[in-house]
């Protein structure tokens, strides 16, 4: 199956400073990209979904000044927090997709556990 | 309204039975497709099982299978035989497209499946 990884696993760090995630698409080229936001014990709350190349489209209440979603090529997107505060702090998790047949499957990487002190 | 209901926080299941894992869903789309996933508690997204809209035949995958009701717009996911193995949460979730080729995945709040030795 496709796959998909996320680097990186698990980050801390102080309250101010930015945080990159990256989200790669290891065997297929990805149509989208999907980012997804995850509080502990709750479902998978859609941030932003972005196409390679074009700006991402951003769900309503997600800032998107504080978090810039970059998805330069077909196998890569950036998710950065900018000015990360405590109640940034969640699992960040994307997915990647791409036309096969009927389905429009989403591929998950394994998330990103950020914790801001 | 919600556009997709678990209405099954938590369910118990004793090992090689089955047991049925409840989805509504909402929509004014004819076409969209329903997903489930597994999330065990290492945070990773399984796929389970995809369901087209005009599906006329319940999708399987080996011990999973969906039972799809289109007119009530349910999904309900059966697990035949089940194991240890199958403890975790599971979403169902539901895409939907837009005009501009936006897609949007909307996630339920997951039902927490623990089987019982």
């Known amino acids: 199956g496709a796959v998909v990884s996320q680097h990186p696993s698990r980050v801390i760090c102080k309250s101010g400073t930015s945080v990159k995630i990256e989200c790669r698409s290891l065997?297929?080229?990805?149509?989208?990209m999907f980012w997804y936001r995850q509080f502990p014990k709750q479902s998978l709350m859609l941030m932003a979904t972005?196409?390679?190349?074009?700006?991402?489209?951003?769900e309503q209440g997600v800032e998107k000044d504080k978090f810039l979603i970059n998805h330069a090529s077909l196998t890569l997107s950036t998710l950065t927090v900018t000015s990360a505060h405590p109640e940034d702090s969640s699992f960040y998790i994307c997915?990647?997709?791409?036309?096969?047949?009927?389905?429009?499957?989403?591929?998950f990487g394994p998330g990103t556990r950020l914790t801001v002190l | 309204a919600q556009k997709i209901t678990q209405t099954q926080p938590g369910m118990f299941v004793q090992e090689k039975e089955a047991v049925t894992l409840d989805c509504t869903y909402d929509?004014?789309?004819?076409?969209?497709?329903l997903f489930w996933y597994k999330q065990p508690s290492s945070g990773e997204m399984i796929f389970l099982i995809y369901q087209g809209s005009y599906d006329e035949q319940n999708a399987t995958e080996g011990r999973y299978s969906l039972n799809f009701q289109k007119a009530r717009k349910s999904a309900n996911l059966v697990i035949s035989a089940s194991q240890l193995g199958d403890s975790a949460m599971y979403f169902c979730a539901m895409r939907e497209s837009f005009s501009g080729g936006y897609q949007k995945v909307t996630f339920g709040t997951g039902t927490k499946l623990q089987v019982i030795p």
């Open positions: 929509t004014s789309d004819q076409s969209y497709g």
């Open positions: 972005s196409n390679e190349g074009s700006k991402a489209t951003y």
């Open positions: 997915s990647a997709s791409f036309p096969r047949a009927l389905v429009d499957e989403q591929f």
């Open positions: 065997d297929f080229q990805a149509t989208t």
